[in-house]
Nanobody
Framework: QVQLVESGGGLVQAGGSLRLSCAAS????????MGWYRQAPGKARELVAV???????NYADSVKGRFTISRDNARNTVYLQMDSLKPEDTTVYYC?????????????WGQGTQVAVSS
C-alpha cells in the first residue's frame, strides 16, 4: 500500500508564494514519476507539473516561469514552489506518483490540498 501525504496549501494574496510538499510512503519498489495535478469544480483534472526519474520536468503552459517542481529522492518527496500566484490558480492540488508496487506499475493520488489566491 502506498500513501501520499500532502501539505503546504492555504490562502495567499495574488503575487504571493506557496510551497506544496508530498511525501510518499509504503511498499514502493521504484518511482518513475511524481508530480502535481489540479482540478477545479466541474472541470477535468489537469497536469500542473511532473518530474521524471531522469530529472526532466514538464509544466502546464499556464504555470511555466512561475512554478518549479523538485524532488528529494532519498525522502520520496516532491515539492511544488508556486510563485507569482494568480486568482486563477485557486483550486485543489493533487499529488501524483507513478511507480512499481509489488510487480505492477501503478498510479497513486494524494487526498488533495486546497490553494486559494485572493485578488
Amino acid at each position: 500500500q502506498v500513501q501520499l501525504v500532502e501539505s503546504g496549501g492555504g490562502l495567499v494574496q495574488a503575487g504571493g508564494s506557496l510551497r506544496l510538499s508530498c511525501a510518499a510512503s509504503g511498499s514502493i519498489k521504484s518511482i518513475n514519476a511524481m508530480g502535481w495535478y489540479r482540478q477545479a469544480p466541474g472541470k477535468a483534472r489537469e497536469l500542473v507539473a511532473v518530474i521524471i526519474n531522469d530529472g526532466s520536468t514538464n509544466y502546464a503552459d499556464s504555470v511555466k516561469g512561475r512554478f518549479t517542481i523538485s524532488r528529494d529522492n532519498a525522502r520520496n518527496t516532491v515539492y511544488l514552489q508556486m510563485d507569482s500566484l494568480k486568482p486563477e490558480d485557486t483550486t485543489v492540488y493533487y499529488c501524483y506518483l507513478r511507480g512499481i508496487v509489488g510487480s505492477l506499475w501503478s498510479v497513486y493520488w494524494g487526498q488533495g490540498t486546497q490553494v486559494a489566491v485572493s485578488s
